[in-house]
């Protein structure tokens, strides 16, 4: 179960955590990253976040996210 809650600000900006109650295996975990760098809707999704301008292969990006931090958490 997961929830977002309003953490207090104190005069800062306001943030918002996630709260889960379970955590996700590592195995489960890269393989939903791996159907979602191969899902277009995702990618257009990311893209769009992207300055235009900016020459970006998010396939080889996330191999090295993939194999340089994801895998050793």
Same mark, same amino acid.
């Given at each position: 179960?997961?929830? +977002? =809650?309003? %953490? &207090?600000?104190?005069?800062?900006?306001a943030? /918002? =955590?996630?709260r889960?109650?379970?955590? %996700? &295996?590592?195995? !489960?975990f %890269? !393989?939903?990253?791996? %159907?979602?760098?191969?899902? @277009?809707?995702?990618?257009?999704?990311?893209?769009? /976040? /992207?300055?235009?301008?900016l +020459?970006?292969?998010?396939?080889?990006?996330?191999?090295?996210v993939? @194999?340089?931090?994801?895998?050793?958490?």
């Amino acid at each position: 179960m997961q929830s +977002v =809650a309003q %953490l &207090p600000t104190e005069g800062k900006p306001a943030t /918002l =955590a996630m709260r889960c109650a379970e955590t %996700l &295996p590592q195995k !489960q975990f %890269l !393989q939903n990253m791996d %159907l979602k760098m191969n899902d @277009s809707d995702f990618i257009q999704d990311i893209s769009a /976040l /992207l300055k235009p301008s900016l +020459v970006y292969d998010i396939h080889a990006s996330y191999q090295i996210v993939r @194999s340089q931090i994801l895998e050793k958490i």
